[in-house]
């Protein structure tokens, strides 16, 4: 399944010197909350690119503006000045229904409390995005036992999330994020709520799925485990960027 606003590609590590066109900018982006007592500035004039098969962390403390900047990359939300590019998609020239499309087709989303339908069962909470996408019922058996499978869940098809551990859980997310083709993964806080072990067994499943898929991975994080396995760490404080380092990732 291919996309027109987002190409994977084979490389995981792009160099600063691509010639690839990024699969993310943000370009002068301010997210202003108006209040009471004066405006709250969440982003301040953040700019950054990201390009594809990159392994990117947003990390900074409560209300550093990390989860604000995924939720505009995600189109989730605007901004109040400034633009986010998907390719060459300018986000705010979108309807609402335009993005919530693109969302649906271009953008995985891993969320800290795994955000499961209860009453569905792992294979159903995976195919979930390919009923929205209207693939037909054989690819889309294909497709989820492919990705059930690629996350470790072969054999758990059938239960239901309150059947599954934690961490199964979350391996049920990441499969309901990749289903859809998507080549762009948002993922906030997604080792939260685990222990350091299972923390790290979804951090190398990520990581696997960056490497041989060639995903684009976006973390808002606190996760240190989760630092260690990025190749660039984009360090948010008081809404502004002020660190933006490229590093070798920990090999666990």
Same mark, same amino acid.
């Given at each position: 399944?291919?996309?027109?606003?987002?190409?994977?590609?084979?490389?995981?590590?792009?160099?600063?010197?691509?010639?690839?066109?990024?699969?993310?900018?943000?370009?002068?982006?301010?997210?202003?909350?108006?209040?009471?007592?004066?405006?709250?500035?969440?982003?301040?004039?953040?700019?950054?690119?990201?390009?594809?098969?990159?392994?990117?962390?947003?990390?900074?403390? &409560?209300?550093?503006?990390?989860?604000?900047?995924?939720?505009?990359?995600?189109?989730?939300?605007?901004?109040?000045?400034?633009?986010?590019?998907?390719?060459?998609?300018?986000?705010?020239?979108?309807?609402?229904?335009?993005?919530?499309?693109?969302?649906?087709?271009?953008?995985?989303?891993?969320?800290?409390?795994?955000?499961?339908?209860?009453?569905? &069962?792992?294979?159903?909470?995976?195919?979930?995005?390919?009923?929205?996408?209207?693939?037909?019922?054989?690819?889309?058996?294909?497709?989820?036992?492919?990705?059930?499978?690629?996350?470790?869940?072969?054999?758990?098809?059938?239960?239901?999330?309150?059947?599954? &551990? =934690?961490?199964?859980?979350?391996?049920?997310?990441?499969?309901?994020?990749?289903?859809?083709?998507?080549?762009?993964?948002?993922?906030?806080?997604?080792?939260?709520?685990?222990?350091?072990?299972?923390?790290?067994?979804?951090?190398?499943?990520?990581?696997?799925?960056?490497?041989?898929?060639?995903?684009?991975?976006?973390?808002?994080?606190?996760?240190?485990?989760?630092?260690?396995?990025?190749?660039?760490?984009?360090?948010?404080?008081? =809404?502004?960027?002020?660190?933006?380092?490229?590093?070798?990732?920990?090999? &666990?």
């Amino acid at each position: 399944m291919t996309h027109p606003l987002i190409t994977p590609t084979s490389d995981p590590l792009p160099s600063d010197s691509s010639d690839q066109e990024p699969m993310i900018r943000v370009e002068d982006v301010n997210r202003i909350y108006p209040q009471k007592g004066g405006d709250v500035y969440a982003l301040n004039q953040v700019s950054l690119s990201i390009q594809p098969g990159e392994f990117t962390v947003l990390m900074g403390p &409560s209300g550093s503006g990390k989860t604000t900047l995924l939720n505009l990359i995600g189109a989730l939300d605007l901004p109040t000045q400034g633009e986010v590019y998907l390719g060459q998609q300018a986000l705010t020239q979108l309807s609402h229904k335009q993005r919530a499309r693109l969302r649906r087709d271009q953008i995985g989303f891993i969320f800290q409390a795994y955000n499961l339908l209860p009453v569905l &069962s792992a294979y159903e909470n995976a195919e979930f995005v390919l009923l929205a996408q209207g693939v037909n019922a054989q690819k889309r058996k294909e497709e989820v036992y492919g990705v059930l499978k690629a996350v470790g869940l072969q054999g758990l098809e059938e239960r239901r999330p309150a059947e599954l &551990s =934690g961490g199964q859980q979350q391996r049920v997310a990441i499969a309901r994020a990749i289903a859809g083709a998507p080549a762009l993964i948002l993922a906030d806080e997604p080792t939260a709520n685990l222990d350091s072990k299972t923390g790290q067994d979804l951090i190398n499943l990520m990581k696997q799925l960056n490497q041989e898929r060639g995903l684009t991975f976006v973390f808002a994080t606190h996760d240190p485990q989760v630092m260690a396995a990025a190749h660039r760490v984009i360090r948010l404080v008081d =809404g502004q960027i002020i660190e933006d380092r490229r590093q070798t990732p920990h090999q &666990s």
